[in-house]
């Protein structure tokens, strides 16, 4: 199976105040069809878990043509385009009913050991493997992204971690990055109804009773964030507003 894909009306609980989806919840529809697709190709949670490792989410770019209203019908697909021996390359597209793309994504998966945190070598694990060689985005390879310094007119908000932003691992899962991000900027210049790219790149997990800082700063049509933990540096992330 070198795909998988699920056909979802959009509800209105994953929609924002204009009845639109919501970028966090759209990323959550990426992770559901990746982990079902996963399941079906015998490497999901519960199989990798038993064996004492889990995948975890390092590099994503997704970009937003249009975010589809609440009641339509969306189609979210996935499929693998191979690995590197360290990543295993996943991309996205969700399509409406009339065939227009909607967003489309690139995504890194290292897998690692549960206990220690150390990455698997890959090759081994995935030989045989079903691959789909298209790209999704004009991205084929996601660079490490740099930590941005914030400077002067830096927006800042702060946010403390609720039990609701845990997942299955037991830390804060990755989509409510973008909830915050959103949350951050959507009435501080972000335009959601225009077109835009997002590049996030983890580096530290988020743990309970944390707090997260999200700051922030625009030039031009590009904001950088840098959102922080207890620890350090959680999230490096970069929005491009794109032209419609």
């Known amino acids: 199976m070198n795909s998988f894909e699920r056909q979802i009306t959009i509800p209105d609980y994953l929609c924002d105040r204009h009845d639109r989806l919501h970028p966090w919840a759209a990323l959550r529809l990426c992770q559901e069809v990746s982990e079902g697709h996963s399941k079906a190709t015998g490497i999901g949670y519960e199989t990798m878990i038993q064996r004492g490792l889990i995948w975890i989410l390092s590099r994503a770019y997704y970009i937003f043509y249009r975010r589809p209203q609440e009641g339509e ?12 021996g360290l ?20 995504s890194y998966w290292p897998l690692i050991d549960y206990a220690t945190r150390r990455p698997q070598r890959l090759r081994e694990l995935l030989a045989g493997y079903d691959y789909l060689e298209r790209t999704a985005t004009e991205k084929s390879a996601l660079e490490k992204l740099p930590i941005p310094t914030m400077g002067e007119g830096a927006l800042r908000m ?20 973008t909830r915050l991000i959103v949350d951050a900027l959507a009435d501080r210049g972000l335009d959601l109804d225009r077109p835009f790219g997002l590049e996030l790149g ?4 988020t743990l309970p009773d944390e707090t997260l800082v999200v700051e922030s700063q625009r030039h031009e049509d590009v904001f950088n964030i840098l959102i922080s933990n207890n620890r350090g540096t959680s999230v490096v992330a970069q929005i491009t507003q794109h032209n419609d």
């Open 87 to 106: 990543f295993a390359w996943r991309d996205y597209e969700a399509m409406s009913s009339k065939g227009e793309c909607l967003l489309a994504g690139t």
């Open 158 to 177: 702060e946010r403390n971690v609720y039990y609701s932003m845990l997942d299955h691992v037991g830390h804060v899962n990755n989509a409510e990055y």
């Open 73 to 84: 019908e969306v189609v979210f697909r996935t499929w693998s385009r191979g690995c590197d």
């Open 202 to 205: 983890y580096q530290h997990e």
